[in-house]
T-cell receptor
Framework: SQKIEQNSEALNIQEGKTATLTCNYT??????LQWYRQDPGRGPVFLLL?????KEKRKERLKVTFDTTLKQSLFHITASQPADSATYLC???????????FGKGTRLSVIA | DTAVSQTPKYLVTQMGNDKSIKCEQN?????MYWYKQDSKKFLKIMFS???????INETVPNRFSPKSPDKAHLNLHINSLELGDSAVYFC????????????FGSGTRLTVV
């Protein structure tokens, strides 16, 4: 069966450190993978998209890697801040015509 | 200047009732979606819809039906509400190719009593 697994339900890190979140998938051949942030009581907010032929994508303090051999994406937040505390969701789709399927998310807490 | 707006934000209703949740987007996107987020925060696709095609998640009961009066609106109608329908429902939209991020509404918290 198809699965998207974010291996940590919750992650606590110290302010200033790099947070690394993992997304693994099975029985998908995603054309692209996306990461979202969700705050309590709000809808998910799009952060980054990485395509199957891309290894790495950066945006400010965020970095995403995509390894289609390992079937894994890593999401990094460098110099983390308490304001980065939120739930982070990975999502993927096999093609541009199929809806995104989401992982269950990792709740990140950055401690000052 | 809200991009994707849903109404109502909260909805409390009794079992057996019929209710609708409205969604509107002003982004000019061709594709709209409904997702359900349960108590464990798991976000599940219910429907995706553009002018040409409705994709229904096969696990969605047929008591749920999307209705699109035009490209900017995708409403969710629910018949004969059950306790298990209690969840947060999110509307989202995206450009047609799908290789862009989705824009989500702020959600409708449905409570069935």
């Amino acid at each position: 069966s198809q699965k998207i697994e974010q291996n940590s339900e919750a992650l606590n890190i110290q302010e200033g450190k790099t947070a690394t979140l993992t997304c693994n998938y099975t029985n998908y051949s995603p054309a692209y993978l996306q990461w979202y942030r969700q705050d309590p009581g709000r809808g998910p907010v799009f952060l980054l998209l990485i395509r199957e032929n891309e290894k790495e994508k950066r945006k400010e303090r965020l970095k995403v890697t995509f390894d289609t051999t390992l079937k894994q994406s890593l999401f990094h937040i460098t110099a983390s801040q308490p304001a980065d505390s939120a739930t982070y969701l990975c999502a993927l789709a096999n093609s541009g015509n199929t809806p995104l399927v989401f992982g269950k998310g990792t709740r990140l807490s950055v401690i000052a | 200047d809200t991009a994707v707006s849903q109404t109502p934000k909260y909805l409390v209703t009794q079992m057996g009732n019929d209710k609708s949740i409205k969604c509107e987007q002003n982004l000019g996107h061709d594709t709209m979606y409904w997702y359900k987020q349960d108590s464990k925060k798991f976000l599940k696709i219910m429907f995706s819809y553009n002018n040409k095609e409705l994709i229904i998640n096969e696990t969605v009961p047929n008591r749920f039906s999307p209705k699109s009066p035009d490209k900017a609106h995708l409403n969710l109608h629910i018949n004969s509400l059950e306790l298990g329908d209690s969840a947060v429902y999110f509307c989202a939209s995206s450009p047609p190719t799908g290789e862009y991020g989705y824009t989500f509404g702020s959600g409708t918290r449905l409570t069935v009593v």
